[in-house]
């Protein structure tokens, strides 16, 4: 089992910044990809992010690309999602995943075997 907690959430203006945490705790060493997603009510979860904790590999939607970006502590066993330029329409909820699997750029929910609860988003105009 892999437990992992969000944290770093909030409010911000449109244009400003945040930085999302992803503390990751029980058998860390069957990581593979850690990942990103969102969830505006309503919609399905998408993806946002991820990362090969051994090889490194990042992957972001065009959504995101050139505003955030993902990176690690390997000694406190965290990810992160720094979000910069922050839009209105990236309110959401933002979850971190991971699988022990080793995928081919899991991009989709179903790969991922581990979730987190969740931090709340909003970028007010």
């Known amino acids: 089992q892999v437990q992992l907690v969000e944290s770093g959430g909030g409010l911000v203006q449109a244009g400003g910044s945040l930085r999302l945490s992803c503390a990751a705790s029980?058998?860390?060493?069957?990581?593979?990809?850690m990942g990103w997603f969102r969830q505006v009510l309503g919609k399905e979860r998408a993806f946002v992010a991820t990362?090969?904790?051994?090889?490194?590999?990042?992957y972001y939607s065009d959504a995101v690309k050139g505003r955030f970006t993902i990176s690690r502590d390997n000694a406190k066993n965290t990810v992160y999602l720094q979000m910069n330029n922050l839009k209105p329409e990236d309110t959401a909820i933002y979850f971190c995943?991971?699988?022990?699997?080793?995928?081919?750029?899991?991009?989709?929910?179903?790969?991922?075997?581990?979730w987190g609860r969740g931090t709340q988003v909003t970028v007010s105009s």
């Open positions: 995943a991971s699988t022990s699997k080793d995928w081919v750029l899991p991009t989709t929910p179903d790969r991922y075997d581990y």
């Open positions: 990362f090969h904790w051994n090889g490194g590999n990042t």
């Open positions: 029980g058998r860390t060493l069957s990581r593979n990809y």
